[in-house]
């Protein structure tokens, strides 16, 4: 039979299985194959298969049968001529199913890093990102996989995982000089290749219990933002397939986005602690009973996921029985972070000033100027009271720099407004201001608090101020109840009439004048106790 000159080899098989023609590829692909001998014995058996297979069953025309030939595999086309005959043409497939093969694994991998990815990032806990890292790695990279973070006081942070167990947590002190590489990638270096690390050098602290002799080590680090995260070892046990060329490049990849996390991590750590330590210092302090006046305090912020804000109070208590206490409490305009580092500002100014706290507008022309002196554009109202115990009732000087004046509570339930009045603070040059003196009997309490009370929009229609004289009836039902109680009613008020409305922040101070007696210090030595 003829046959046009075509690049492929080219084998035709008659019906007994014999063969009846092969062109020179098929010769140069079968040295064995000769017309007149059979096929099967000459070709693999995977194309003697599908012959047979096209013999007893239903014709293979347009069928594909395929396998190797040596280092290559071939796809056999079957074409039935007219005789019945089989016409076989075969084309290597060997390129096509690498790239399909390398296409596969480069989506898996995609797929991998993805889902790594989402994995890694919806944690800022450091611990957690080393445990996904170790994890991961064990599962899809290697048969065990090491976690080791930056040294510390106590040693290596070190996470260790087998492929599918849970991450360990250890710390070691040990010396990472003694594995190639290992030193460099804690410092942030370039990995060196996995074939110049010899596995047999391990030493015994890198390799995990029962997991026998290793058969290849890739150690890389693990990037962070400007200093290094760690470093990522990877295990595979003798007898696996070494780590390839492409392995290390796509461990490489796994550790940069291992590596972001755990930076962001280690960084919203280190800032969470920050802001912890600087919000200790700004956080309104709990206040308690001080010679002998009861001093409550309460604080809404703005917003709920806010603690902090421009509203303060603070009491700074005698130091010795009979001298007055110091209180105040104030509104630095605006709201959030801002406004709170000028709350602390002038709460430490205040907390220097203290020496000279009998004069009230000493203080406050020495706040107003250091305020005026600073880069802070914005200014401050308070209220100032200095306190001190007279027998069974409360002294009170009162001193307002532009503040909302103090509500005076009687024992009967009736509220009188304060008188002073002054000029806020930060702004011009001279901040003036009136001192008053308040009493309280036993029962009455004083009520100092921030305009976001009386400005708190809510209500029925969404819209309405809570105003100055809701607040007053309010606090008239609070008569002759402990001062805890009553900044307790106070917020809960305010809540439930801004409801999840904006609102600006809330401060208020209660001092009081318990329902009690005064018994003298024991020899003298002691500021005395109160009794009912």
């Not at 599908?50 to 796809?75: I, K, N, S």
């Not at 693990?222 to 492409?246: C, I, M, N, W, Y």
């Not at 439930?496 to 024991?522: C, F, K, Y």
Request: charged share 20%; hydrophobic share 45%; proline share 7%.
């Amino acid at each position: 039979m003829a046959l046009v000159s075509v690049p492929y080899p080219v084998v035709i098989v008659d019906r007994s299985g014999t063969v009846r023609h092969a062109n020179p590829q098929a010769g140069h692909l079968f040295p064995a194959l000769c017309p007149g001998e059979p096929l099967r014995g000459n070709v693999p058996a995977w194309l003697a298969d599908g012959h047979a297979q096209h013999m007893t069953g239903a014709p293979l025309t347009g069928a594909v049968v395929f396998g190797p030939v040596d280092e290559r595999v071939f796809e056999a086309h079957p074409s039935v001529q007219d005789d019945g005959d089989v016409l076989w043409w075969l084309v290597d497939d060997t390129d096509r199913r690498l790239a399909r093969e390398a296409l596969r694994m480069e989506r898996e991998r995609t797929a991998f890093l993805t889902e790594a990815s989402n994995t890694l990032l919806s944690s800022l806990n450091l611990e957690r990102c080393m445990d996904v890292t170790a994890q991961l790695a064990a599962e899809y990279l290697a048969d065990a996989a090491l976690v080791i973070a930056p040294r510390k006081a106590r040693g290596l942070p070190v996470v260790l995982c087998l492929s599918g167990g849970e991450p360990q947590r250890f710390t070691w002190n040990v010396d990472p000089e003694e594995v190639l590489g290992l030193g460099e990638a804690l410092q942030g270096f370039p990995p060196v290749p996995s074939r110049w690390i010899d596995p047999a050098t391990a030493p015994g602290w890198l390799v995990p219990d029962g997991f026998g002799p290793v058969g290849s080590i890739v150690i890389t680090p693990l990037p962070g933002h400007g200093v290094p995260a760690g470093a990522l070892v990877l295990l595979r046990r003798s007898g696996e397939a070494a780590f390839s060329a492409e392995e290390e490049v796509f461990a490489r990849l796994f550790a940069a986005r291992a590596g972001a996390a755990m930076s962001a991590a280690r960084l919203y750590a280190e800032q969470s602690s920050l802001a912890q330590t600087l919000m200790r210092d700004l956080l309104p302090p709990v206040l308690q009973r001080a010679g002998g006046i009861e001093f409550a305090g309460g604080y809404r912020a703005a917003k709920d996921h806010e603690r902090i804000g421009g509203d303060f109070y603070d009491v700074h208590p005698a130091a010795t029985d009979g001298e007055e206490s110091f209180a105040v409490l104030g509104d630095v305009c605006g709201k959030g972070l801002e406004a709170a580092v000028l709350t602390g500002k002038i709460r430490n100014t205040l907390q220097a000033l203290l020496p000279m706290a009998d004069d009230h507008q000493r203080v406050i022309d020495l706040l107003n100027s250091a305020l005026l002196n600073s880069q802070a554009t914005r200014f401050a109202t308070l209220i100032m009271a200095s306190v001190v115990r007279e027998g069974s009732g409360v002294r009170l000087r009162v001193t307002s720099a532009g503040h909302e004046p103090p509500l005076i509570v009687r024992g009967d339930g009736s509220v009188e407004e304060g008188a002073s009045r002054g000029t806020l603070v930060g702004v011009l040059p001279e901040a003036r201001a009136t001192t008053t003196q308040e009493t309280l009997a036993p029962g009455d309490f004083c009520v100092l608090f921030t305009d976001g009370f009386t400005e708190a929009k809510g209500g029925p229609l969404g819209d309405e101020l809570f105003g100055q004289s809701r607040l007053k009836k309010a606090l008239a039902h609070c008569a002759a109840m402990p001062a805890e109680a009553v900044v307790e009613h106070m917020l809960m008020l305010a809540s439930e009439w801004v409801g999840s409305e904006v609102h600006d922040d809330m401060a208020v101070m209660i001092i009081a004048a318990p329902r009690s007696a005064h018994l003298s210090a024991v020899g003298g030595h002691t500021r005395g106790r109160f009794t009912a």
